[in-house]
């Protein structure tokens, strides 16, 4: 189980999230970013309570990206938007509405 209460597909190999106060992060920022790079989690806490969490971005191909969307239930597997012709909008007075005139040379 993540610190969250999320479960992940890799949480046995998950460093473990550090935890910094506001002061502490802004006076090590460095080192803070330098730990974030190899991996690690770290969670800023304020009064002890946390705020913030700074993560690693991670480079997901396309299909990963969909297949997380998917799971969180954000989009249907299978479906595809139906493609209709774009419309111009209707503008009073304007050109943009004629049709465009084909010359041949």
Do not use: C, F, N
């Amino acid at each position: 189980m993540k610190q969250d209460g999320r479960s992940g597909k890799d949480e046995e190999y998950r460093i473990p999230t550090l935890r910094i106060g506001v002061r502490d992060a802004k006076a090590s920022l460095s080192q803070v970013l330098r730990e974030v790079k190899q991996g690690r989690e770290v969670m800023i806490t304020e009064y002890g309570k946390p705020i913030a969490r700074v993560v690693p971005v991670r480079s997901l191909s396309l299909e990963e990206r969909i297949a997380e969307m998917e799971e969180r239930g954000e989009i249907e597997a299978g479906t595809t938007p139906v493609s209709r012709p774009v419309l111009p909008l209707p503008i009073p007075g304007s050109l943009a509405q004629k049709p465009a005139r084909s010359y041949s040379a």
